[in-house]
């Protein structure tokens, strides 16, 4: 079996050199389960056929997010199967799906989403969630950029580039911080926690933030399951949820695209990750 494993492009420099040794993390878990990985530049047609692409490293597809969307299309029109489906990741580029989720009653931090980022909007949603400070996002974004935490007072600045997310801000971020819950089929494998480093919101390690290995608290795997019982099957996924306002577990963000597996925290996630792989592509 043979399936290509996107990468950044080839302008991303950033990206690309951490590239390979996540790489090398995927594909030993692949081959483990008899699975064949090839590297593949996430913006160039393929030039073969695969079993299945996994844009498991498509890093900076946010950056170019209507070069990404005609991929996906591109590969849904060539019969090109993915891992996960093609649908599920157009859907879960849109960081809407939040407020989409919340709507139908599902555990989620509580999330307006506007077309423009004002001043008006960060007013309305101090009233709506009854807070003073919020963190707007992009729609379509990674690693935290041009995430805002926004105080009354504060100028919006650059402010966020396109459609926007607006959320409470939720001090359990550099507390005992997020709970990222990692399933492999649906199965859950492993869970990390992610602190914020004191003074920021941010909890990856670029900007401070602290990760450790954790076993599930109590609650999170059956609200992980509520969610993951909300989308179509999934081959791999990592489920953030962190503690609301309220003192429940609710969704920060459902990545079914390029999550970091953590690998690193679990010995033995990574053959989990390619079985998950195999059994798909057989089933």
Do not use: C
């Amino acid at each position: 079996m043979q399936v290509a494993i996107l990468t950044p492009a080839a302008d991303e420099a950033a990206y690309l050199q951490f590239a390979p040794e996540w790489f090398a993390k995927l594909e030993a878990g692949l081959a483990a389960a008899g699975v064949t990985a090839t590297a593949h530049d996430w913006t160039q047609p393929l030039e073969a056929k695969f079993d299945a692409v996994l844009p498991m490293i498509a890093w900076g597809y946010h950056k170019k997010p209507e070069q990404w969307l005609a991929r996906l299309d591109a590969f849904e029109a060539a019969g090109q199967r993915m891992i996960n489906p093609a649908q599920v990741l157009r859907w879960n580029t849109d960081k809407a799906y939040l407020a989409e989720l919340g709507a139908k009653g599902a555990p989620v931090v509580p999330t307006i989403s506007v077309e423009t980022l004002t001043a008006d909007d960060i007013a309305a949603a101090r009233e709506t969630f009854g807070v003073k400070t919020v963190v707007a996002k992009p729609r379509i974004s990674g690693g935290s950029h041009q995430t805002l935490k926004l105080t009354p007072g504060d100028e919006l600045g650059e402010g966020v580039d396109g459609p926007a997310l607006i959320q409470p801000f939720l001090p359990a971020v550099g507390k005992e911080g997020e709970i990222s819950l990692l399933y492999f089929a649906g199965k859950f494998s492993h869970a990390v926690t992610k602190v914020a480093a004191k003074g920021d919101f941010r909890v990856q390690p670029q900007f401070g933030g602290q990760v450790s290995r954790v076993k599930p608290w109590d609650g999170a795997e059956a609200v992980a399951q509520e969610i993951l019982a909300a989308v179509p099957p999934l081959a791999y996924a990592r489920v953030d949820l962190l503690r609301g306002l309220d003192g429940t577990l609710q969704l920060m963000e459902l990545e079914a695209i390029e999550p970091d597996l953590f690998l690193q925290y679990a010995p033995k996630a990574g053959g989990r990750f390619g079985a998950a792989v195999r059994d798909a592509l057989e089933g």
